[in-house]
Nanobody, 123 residues
Framework: VQLVESGGGMVQPGGSLRLSCVAS????????MTWVRQAPGKGPKWVSH????????YYADSVKGRFTTSRDNAKNTLYLQMNSLKPEDTALYYC?????????????????WGQGTQVTVSS
């Protein structure tokens, strides 16, 4: 199993970024997927997750209305569109696979993680 994120970078407040996560080594369409972020000096926090078919998504209150999670099962790719970025969105962003039967918002139920991509929001 491999998850590879990309798309991070530095952006000014109010800007946008689109993260991608390419999955391999498993049947991507069979698993709910999640985005997690970790700010400097803090623990990882759930950001969003998406069901297998892509039609159902959930978001943390802190990003609701600004972030959009989607997936392309034909391309084995998970996306996170981030708009209206704020300095407090600065973090290392990970995609992770939610284990079958796991609780989507429980960090311990993520069985594979990517290496992370850094997002920095600063003027």
């Amino acid at each position: 199993v491999q998850l590879v994120e990309s798309g991070g970078g530095m952006v000014q407040p109010g800007g946008s970024l689109r993260l991608s996560c390419v999955a391999s080594g498993f049947t991507f369409s069979n698993y709910d997927m999640t985005w997690v972020r970790q700010a400097p000096g803090k623990g990882p926090k759930w950001v969003s997750h998406i069901h297998t078919g892509g039609s159902t998504t959930y978001y943390a209150d802190s990003v609701k209305g600004r972030f959009t999670t989607s997936r392309d099962n034909a391309k084995n790719t998970l996306y996170l569109q981030m708009n209206s970025l704020k300095p407090e969105d600065t973090a290392l962003y990970y995609c992770a696979r939610i284990r079958l039967g796991g609780v989507p918002t429980r960090i311990d139920d993520y069985d594979y993680w990517g290496q992370g991509t850094q997002v920095t929001v600063s003027s």
